[in-house]
């Protein structure tokens, strides 16, 4: 007899999934889009405020330490209520926060808000990349959760759009670019209402007849009719609800430890490097303006480097394309700390982008393939968690860096956090056409 998430992982793609996809990654563009404006009204306050680069990476990091905290237990809610019901409190949450930080008077007061804003943005991208990685079908499963993935490139554009276009039109540009982060409260009412409950949630919860009622409505939107024998209280292959399995336990616990390490690094080099990028662009002369719009230029590399290892990720498989999309990341960073001029600043930076992107896509498709139902959202929520530790060192690491080197100093040691990265990536166990519930 065919299992629920059997059918499930059989079924080709349809209009439902292309919903779902949708759904989840205008949140997770919406959630890049939020990250992405803080690194323009960094730069846009080092002027209007007169910041020390001390302050601005306070604004950069403490966000950060909200992401950490809201993806740890972001992801424990998500295993306890539900992936939806997390996904829309986490847009509700930091849509509010960061409209309300418009109206900050002061450095204070921004930070405070930036870090409820990181509570939500932290518990989001776990979350919403467990409930897609749950309906994709199994043979392209890594392929569309690198695609969700691929819209935290177009919500970073959008940034970079926002932040040349509307950051530097005025004193207040920055308010302004903060207040369009309001959107994703008003999405929230969306997902809630729009996006189905995952299946493998709800039977982990023996909620045997609503997980029952969104097979049937995938099936339906494929064109066919209901397993044989299929009931709506019970259908065949229905589980009890399952034990709670530590991510540390004998089976888990190697897979855990080189996930975290992979965050850890790829947490570091991002966020370091383009937290600070517009910043260091206005150090090293140019304008607020020019720096902007290489900052976009830069940016726009980040689609392409999620296109390939959306392609790749089901030709050579999850670890390699990780591994090797890491590796490029610590040759590009490597490369722009030695950029000395405006062609050679805007190559380096768009293989930057290109690579590291690429590996973000591929981490969050391993991610959730690692644990069963019971600990998916803890195991991948722990994981981000861990990662944003790392996020809210690097800003903060940056100003430190430059007085005891120069930008070839901090380069440097974004590159080797990526070497790091990559040897984890190779350690962790390759899940191509593997059943979720296999593992």
């Known amino acids: 007899m065919t299992t629920r998430t059997e059918r499930l992982d059989g079924l080709p793609f349809t209009r439902k999934h292309r919903k779902l996809l949708l759904g989840s990654g205008l949140g997770w563009a919406l959630d890049a889009m939020d990250v992405g404006l803080i690194s323009f009204v960094m730069a846009a306050l080092a002027v209007h405020w007169s910041l020390t680069p001390t302050e601005l990476s306070w604004i950069g990091s403490i966000g950060f330490v909200g992401m950490a905290l809201g993806a740890a237990f972001g992801g424990l809610l998500a295993d306890r209520i539900g992936r939806r019901q997390v996904f829309a409190a986490t847009l509700l949450v930091y849509g509010i926060a960061t409209g309300a930080a418009a109206l900050s008077t002061g450095i204070a007061m921004l930070i405070v808000l930036r870090f409820i804003v990181g ?27 690198v695609i969700l993935e691929g819209f935290w490139a177009v919500g970073w554009i959008l940034a970079a759009v926002i932040g040349y276009f509307v950051v530097p039109a005025s004193d207040a540009g920055w308010r302004w670019a903060l207040a369009i982060g309001l959107v994703p409260a008003a999405y929230a009412l969306v997902v809630r209402f729009g996006l189905p409950e995952s299946v493998r949630y709800l039977e982990s919860k023996g909620r045997h007849a609503e997980a029952e009622d969104v097979v049937r409505e995938f099936e339906e939107a494929a064109g066919l009719e209901p397993a044989a024998g299929a009931d709506r209280e019970r259908a065949s292959g229905s589980v009890a609800e399952e034990p709670l399995e530590s991510i540390w336990s004998p089976r888990l616990r190697r ?14 080099s991002y966020y370091g490097a383009f937290i600070w990028l517009p910043s260091l662009l206005v150090a090293q002369g140019f ?71 690429g590996a973000w896509g591929a981490l969050y498709a391993i991610g959730p393939e690692l644990y069963p139902t019971s600990t998916r959202g803890a195991g ?60």
């Open 119 to 145: 509570l939500g943005l932290g518990a989001e991208l776990p979350v919403a990349s467990t409930l897609v990685s749950e309906f994709a079908p199994r043979k392209i499963r890594g392929r569309v959760v």
């Open 255 to 268: 897979r855990t430890g080189a996930l975290w390490i992979v965050w850890f690094g790829i947490n570091f």
């Open 380 to 439: 991948t929520g722990a994981a981000a968690a861990f990662g944003r530790i790392a996020s809210i060192i690097a800003p903060l690491l940056v100003p430190f860096l430059l007085d005891a080197g120069d930008t070839v100093t901090v380069f440097a040691v974004f590159a080797a956090a990526f070497v790091v990265a990559a040897l984890a990536a190779f350690t962790l166990p390759e899940r191509k056409g593997v059943a979720l519930e296999d593992t």
């Open 287 to 357: 304008d607020l303006v020019k720096s902007f719009g290489y900052t976009l230029i830069i940016t726009l590399a980040q689609l392409p480097g999620y296109a390939v290892a959306a392609w790749l990720i089901e030709v050579w498989g999850r670890r390699i394309t990780l591994a090797v999309f890491l590796a490029g990341s610590a040759v590009a960073a490597g490369l722009f700390g030695l950029a000395d001029s405006p062609a050679t600043i805007i190559a380096a930076g768009m293989a930057l982008s290109f690579f590291n992107l």
